[in-house]
């Protein structure tokens, strides 16, 4: 699933091929074909993202609201796009360019209404201006999840996912399992700063880059999929080659080196 970086990057691109047009909206596969009338001949606005949730702000004050899940995918093409490819669910005609979107777990339309109650409901996001960190830090006082849990809890943190969770811990020497309220303050603001620090990396290179050097003569963007990682799906740590323990955790595979990652309650 795509974690935040992905989503802001996607509301940036989007911000600067499409906003200020008048869109036409439709929905090749059918399922999205009542709301794309709604919106089609419109004046897109702009985009947002929060966490892994895009939004795109139509004049008149209905929101797109997209959430990619597993499947989800967006083509973009130079117009005039060519046919449909798949279960295109809908299709966005802007002056220049043209984006498909297939297999997203959510593609609805919001009132402003609907829209305040999506965001009421989710975390902080450390991409965004408005974010607050004592919002975060609040629940991590009073939360007796482990961190490893806490961390994808899209409530608490927005935008956050496996990979990432994996690579925060890790450079912050944190074991996943520790409680999170026996965190002290100065470590949670460690972490608040390198999880928005990451996804800002993420964000200018359209990729998780957790490492922090260059590996072999190579710049951060021409480092290769396991370069660009420090220990998510590796087998043992690139610091001291103690084998990597991998276990389920929060429903998803957690991987720590737990000679690096002592900070344990």
């Keep these: 699933m795509p974690e935040g970086h992905t989503i802001h ?35 897109l606005l702009s985009t947002s993202a929060h966490g892994k949730h895009l939004f795109y702000h139509w004049e008149g ?29 809908v299709r966005m005609i ?24 999506l965001l009421n409901r989710l975390g902080q996001d450390p991409l965004r201006k408005d974010a607050s960190p004592e919002i975060v830090w609040d629940r991590f006082s009073r939360s007796r999840s482990s961190i490893g849990t806490l961390l994808l809890n899209q409530a608490v943190i927005a935008g956050v996912g496996n990979v990432y969770r994996a690579e ?47 590996e072999g003569g190579k710049t951060l963007s021409r480092l290769n999929a396991r370069e660009r990682l ?17 276990w389920e955790l929060g429903n998803r595979k957690m991987y720590a080196c737990e000679k690096c990652q002592t900070f344990k309650n």
């Excluded at 802007?94 to 109650?117: H, K, S």
């Design 9 to 43: 990057r996607l509301a940036k691109d989007h911000q600067k091929w499409f906003a200020g047009q008048k869109m036409g909206a439709l929905s090749p596969q059918g399922r999205f074909s009542e709301e794309a009338s709604q919106i089609s001949g419109l004046k």
């Design 61 to 89: 004050g209905q929101t797109m609201h997209i959430h990619l899940g597993l499947y989800g995918k967006f083509r973009v093409h130079k117009n005039p796009a060519p046919d449909p490819r798949g279960a295109v669910r």
């Design 94 to 117: 802007g002056n220049e360019r043209t984006f498909d979107l297939n297999g997203p777990n959510c593609c609805e339309l919001l009132t402003p209404n609907g829209l305040e109650t």
């Design 168 to 214: 925060i811990l890790f450079l912050l020497g944190i074991h996943p399992e520790t409680p999170t309220n026996t965190i002290d303050r100065g470590t949670f603001d460690q972490l608040w700063k390198l999880t928005s620090n990451l996804l800002k990396t993420g964000v200018r290179y359209n990729r998780i880059i957790t490492v922090d050097r260059e």
């Design 230 to 246: 420090n220990i998510y799906k590796r087998s043992h740590c690139p610091h001291c080659n103690h084998r990597i323990r991998t």
